[in-house]
């Protein structure tokens, strides 16, 4: 069963820190690229960051510096280390797995993700 299950959301003050964990199927983990996405009350979704499957990684300016995707193949996990966290940071979080090569495999490119977790909410308080 193709299945991505995410974890390790809450809330935190301003400067503080979180690591999200997305646990895998090892069917969906096989997919090439893996991201984080976010979305926010009445906002669009948004790419945060992918991985592919050598760990090339790419990053949303907003983010970047403060966030660190990894992935850990002997696990099926993928990870997203939050750091120095701002207010806007909150959201809803999703892990998603697409089947496009490393070329492609960018946090802009959300529609070429055809498997996607549940969520888990990350609230930052100023």
């Known amino acids: 069963q193709v299945q991505l299950v995410e974890s390790g959301g809450g809330s935190v003050q301003a400067g503080g820190s979180l690591r999200l964990s997305c646990a895998t199927s090892r069917y969906a983990y096989n997919w090439a690229c893996m991201g984080w996405f976010r979305q926010a009350p009445g906002k669009e979704r948004e790419g945060v960051a992918t991985?592919?499957?050598?760990?090339?990684?790419t990053y949303a300016d907003s983010v970047k510096g403060r966030f660190t995707a990894s992935r850990d193949n002997a696990r099926n996990t993928l990870t997203l280390q939050m750091d120095s966290l701002k207010p806007e940071d909150s959201a809803m979080y999703y892990c998603?797995?697409?089947?496009?090569?490393?070329?492609?495999?960018?946090?802009?490119?959300?529609?070429?993700?055809?498997?996607w977790g549940q969520g888990t909410q990350v609230t930052v308080s100023s």
């Open positions: 998603a797995a697409a089947r496009i090569s490393s070329d492609y495999c960018d946090f802009r490119r959300s529609r070429d993700f055809g498997i």
């Open positions: 991985i592919d499957s050598s760990g090339r990684t």
